[in-house]
Structure formats: structure tokens, C-alpha cells
T-cell receptor, first 115, second 112 residues
Framework: DTGVSQDPRHKITKRGQNVTFRCDPISEHNRLYWYRQTLGQGPEFLTY????????KSRLLSDRFSAERPKGSFSTLEIQRTEQGDSAMYLCASSSAGLFKDTQYFGPGTRLTVL | EDQVTQSPEALRLQEGESSSLNCSYT??????LFWYRQDPGKGPEFLFT???AGEEKEKERLKATLTKKESFLHITAPKPEDSATYLCAVQAVGGSNYKLTFGKGTLLTVNP
């Protein structure tokens, strides 16, 4: 078990471009979360999947953001028409209900810089 | 709305100087309280989960405790490698979302 992985680790883009990030959760984890973290702040919840179903989206997630988790495995987060305010660390976490009551394990994050 | 407040924002200790970090929370019903460690440029690393008041967990030089309103992370005889940001988060009962609500963290620096 290699933990949660995210790709790319860093992304620099120009304002107005589209970007897509990928998250591979711990195998057999059925819950997957996306969070966003800016400097000096704790992570903020963006969206949540149970298996392939997207069950909740934060008010922070504007129409420019979309997330998918086909077949309940990896997930992608796409940001369309990026803005400078989108610059942040995007974190993915996964968990499995049961014995450990949904402890979330985080990936290394994708650092997005919008110029 | 769930809220988490961590104090102090930053703490500087000498190696071996024990101290505590505080996490105050407001939540409709607590499913769990989580402590994470985060190094610069990396994702949060899980430390502890606490579920009910009075519960305590220990790992090496760290000990986490929980009351109905707050949690403490006690650091005994810290070493420079304990330097990091420590994040506290709560998970509320109810609904189908198991999201975490985080505080801003405490930046701990341990000087040799």
C-alpha cells in the first residue's frame, strides 16, 4: 500500500487556462475527498465521493470546478478558466468506513500557481 | 456551522522544553476529532483520532486529550524534528458527508 498519490505535484498556468489534477486513493478506500489549502490556513473542504457518487459539494466550489470519480477508483478535479484566486494547494484524501471510523489519509497535494 | 480555533498560532520551544497546543471546537455533534502534522509543502500526516471526552492517545513524544469543548496536544521533551504545523480537525455526526473542518494550525519550531 503506497498511500494516496496525486499528479502533478506542481502546476503553473496562465489565467484563463484549464487545468486538471488526478488523485489515486489508497486501494479499496471507498471515500474520497478534495480540499484546498492556502498559505497560513487549514485545508477547506471542496467535495466528497462515496464510490463513484459525488455526494456533496462545498459552496467554495464554483461552476468552474468539476470533479469526477469514474468507477469509484481514481478522481480528477478540473478547474476551467483559472483565476489568480485559484492559486492554492489542492489536497486529496481517502478513507474507508469501518474499524477506524473514517480516518482520512492525505496525499502530497498539487500546488497550483495561476499567473 | 462547525468551527475550530487553534492556539497559539505559533510556538517556539527549546529542545526538551515541554508544552501544549490547544484546539477549541464548536460542532453540533462530534463524530471524531483529528490531529495531523504537516511539513512545509507536503500533505497532512495523520497522528490521532479521539472520539469521546476523556479519551487520550499517545505516540512517542505526543499525547492528545479530549474534553467536550477542546483538545490538547501535549509535546514532551520535543526534538528539532518535531518542528511542523499541527492541524486539528473535527468531523460532525449526521448526514452522509464525513468532511473534516480544520483549524488554521499551530506552527511549532523546536530549536536545538
Amino acid at each position: 500500500d503506497t498511500g494516496v498519490s496525486q499528479d502533478p505535484r506542481h502546476k503553473i498556468t496562465k489565467r484563463g487556462q484549464n487545468v486538471t489534477f488526478r488523485c489515486d486513493p489508497i486501494s479499496e478506500h471507498n471515500r474520497l475527498y478534495w480540499y484546498r489549502q492556502t498559505l497560513g490556513q487549514g485545508p477547506e473542504f471542496l467535495t466528497y465521493f462515496q464510490n463513484e457518487a459525488q455526494l456533496e459539494k462545498s459552496r467554495l466550489l464554483s461552476d468552474r470546478f468539476s470533479a469526477e470519480r469514474p468507477k469509484g477508483s481514481f478522481s480528477t478535479l478540473e478547474i476551467q478558466r483559472t483565476e489568480q484566486g485559484d492559486s492554492a494547494m489542492y489536497l486529496c484524501a481517502s478513507s474507508s468506513a469501518g474499524l477506524f471510523k473514517d480516518t482520512q489519509y492525505f496525499g502530497p497535494g498539487t500546488r497550483l500557481t495561476v499567473l | 456551522e462547525d468551527q475550530v480555533t487553534q492556539s497559539p498560532e505559533a510556538l517556539r520551544l527549546q529542545e526538551g522544553e515541554s508544552s501544549s497546543l490547544n484546539c477549541s471546537y464548536t460542532v453540533s455533534g462530534l463524530r471524531g476529532l483529528f490531529w495531523y502534522r504537516q511539513d512545509p509543502g507536503k500533505g497532512p500526516e495523520f497522528l490521532f483520532t479521539l472520539y469521546s471526552a476523556g479519551e487520550e492517545k499517545e505516540k512517542e513524544r505526543l499525547k492528545a486529550t479530549l474534553t467536550k469543548k477542546e483538545s490538547f496536544l501535549h509535546i514532551t521533551a520535543p526534538k528539532p524534528e518535531d518542528s511542523a504545523t499541527y492541524l486539528c480537525a473535527v468531523q460532525a455526526v449526521g448526514g452522509s458527508n464525513y468532511k473534516l473542518t480544520f483549524g488554521k494550525g499551530t506552527l511549532l519550531t523546536v530549536n536545538p
